[in-house]
C-alpha cells in the first residue's frame, strides 16, 4: 500500500485520532460539494504490478457520493501510428474497482523539462500524472462546448467518447 492507501485504512479502522478522522471527512465532503460544479480527475498511479487502482482513485468505490463527477485517469503509451491492442500499453495502474469510472490517455512525452539539482535537461517522461492533465483539458473543452452541461454529464460524454475498441480484458 502506498502511503495515502495506509492512512485511509487507519482511518477505516478507526486506528487514527479523532482530528483526523474529522480531517477526512471534511475532504470527502469538499469532494462530493466540488462535484456540484466540477469534475473530478484523479491520478491512477504508475505502478504496473498493482493490480488495483489506489484507494485515492477508487474513492467513488467507498464513498458513492463521489461517484457522481469523478474520473479516474490511468498512463497508456501509444507505440505506432495506430490504435490497436498491439500499439496501446498501459504503463501504469490499472483500473481495478474504479472500472466504471476510470479512463486511459497517452502520457508520454519527449522533450520534459528535468532538473537534477545542477542542471536543466530535457529528457523522456511519462506517467499518469501526465495523462490526467489531458482529460482535465478535454473536460474544459466539452464544458465551453456544452455550458448546460452538469459535471456529471460532462463526466459521461468523456467516458462514452473514449476509444476502447482495442480493448480485451484481462
Not at 43 to 61: E, K, Y
Not at 62 to 70: G, K, T
Not at 72 to 79: L, N, Q
Request: proline content about 3%; glycine content about 10%; some cysteine.
Amino acid at each position: 500500500l502506498d502511503n495515502y492507501d495506509k492512512t485511509f485504512s487507519w482511518i477505516i479502522n478507526g486506528a487514527i485520532d479523532s482530528n483526523a478522522v474529522t480531517s477526512w471527512s471534511n475532504y470527502i465532503s469538499a469532494l462530493n460539494s466540488l462535484q456540484e460544479k466540477s469534475v473530478i480527475v484523479f491520478a491512477l498511479g504508475n505502478i504496473t504490478h498493482h493490480v488495483d487502482a489506489s484507494m485515492m482513485a477508487a474513492l467513488p468505490t467507498f464513498y458513492s457520493d463521489l461517484s457522481e463527477a469523478f474520473l479516474a485517469v490511468g498512463y497508456a503509451k501509444i507505440e505506432g501510428t495506430t490504435i490497436n491492442g498491439s500499439t496501446v500499453v498501459r504503463h501504469g495502474t490499472p483500473c481495478g474497482q474504479a472500472e466504471q469510472y476510470c479512463l486511459f490517455a497517452h502520457g508520454y512525452y519527449n522533450g520534459v523539462g528535468w532538473y537534477n539539482g545542477s542542471t536543466s535537461t530535457y529528457k523522456e517522461g511519462g506517467g499518469s500524472s501526465f495523462s490526467s492533465p489531458l482529460v482535465s483539458g478535454a473536460v474544459v473543452l466539452l464544458s465551453q462546448a456544452f455550458p448546460n452541461h452538469t459535471p456529471s454529464q460532462l463526466r459521461e460524454r468523456i467516458l462514452l467518447g473514449a476509444n476502447n475498441s482495442f480493448f480485451t480484458h484481462d
